[in-house]
């Protein structure tokens, strides 16, 4: 293709033909323009997400993360913090010291000499007869009985005292705090249903907060 040239030197301009004297040039074939590049579409096959959708997955996300990190820093306290720290976890499953201490809560315990509990103090110890059966019962008196020490018990929901009494030696266990529905909690995610749940519902919220970025359409380079 001949390329116009403004400065050539005068004696270089080819003159036209005789015939068509004083008829302008004949014009240079245009170039093609450059096709220009149809707009991002944004999501494959569907229109890009509006700000409110962008913000409610932000929103989500942030949810999400702080969500997960609760539940693992209750099971790491839980399960593992006893093995290291010197404090239990136990799951409450009677109702007998409602509404103090609601069926399903979970009880921290903090280990404590016989001779530093007062009558008030709520105590976990072994029913009297039954070891594999834990008691969390307030401490409604102190006796004694032939030189020795022993704990008067009661349910804050029962009407009358325990039918036994708890030797008041050596040491044992107090309850430090509960948090209601944490037992039950932690109970469930211990079954099949609970673990799957457990995966399932966070997996569900970072699925619809990320997925759709990752399938964004990329931006296609233009052509020259």
């Known amino acids: 293709m001949t390329e116009w040239i ?118 976990t110890f072994s029913e009297p007869g039954r070891t594999d059966v834990l008691v969390t019962h307030r401490v409604v008196h102190i006796a004694s009985n032939s030189g020795s020490r022993f704990f008067i018990t009661k349910g804050d929901a029962n009407a009358v005292s325990d039918p036994w009494q708890v030797p008041a030696t050596g040491a044992g266990w107090k309850v ?12 469930s995610a211990s079954q099949p249903l609970g673990r799957l749940l457990l995966i399932a519902i966070p997996a569900g919220f970072l699925a619809w907060t990320f997925l759709p970025d990752v399938f964004r359409r990329q931006p296609r380079p233009e052509r020259s």
């Open 176 to 187: 430090l705090f509960s948090i209601p529905a944490l037992g039950f909690a932690l109970g």
């Open 6 to 123: 403004a400065d050539a030197h005068p004696s270089a301009v080819q003159q036209p033909p005789s015939g068509d004297l004083g008829a302008p040039p004949p014009a240079a074939p245009s170039e093609p323009s450059a096709v220009q590049p149809a707009p991002d579409a944004g999501a494959i096959g569907s229109p890009a997400s509006s700000p409110g959708t962008q913000s409610l997955r932000a929103w989500a996300s942030r949810a999400v993360t702080l969500v997960l990190g609760i539940l693992a820093a209750i099971v790491l306290a839980a399960g593992v913090g006893p093995l290291f720290l010197p404090y239990k976890a136990l799951p409450v499953l009677s109702g007998s010291m409602s509404p103090t201490i609601p069926t399903g809560s979970e009880v921290v315990l903090t280990p404590i000499q016989a001779s530093a509990v007062k009558v008030g103090d709520v105590i």
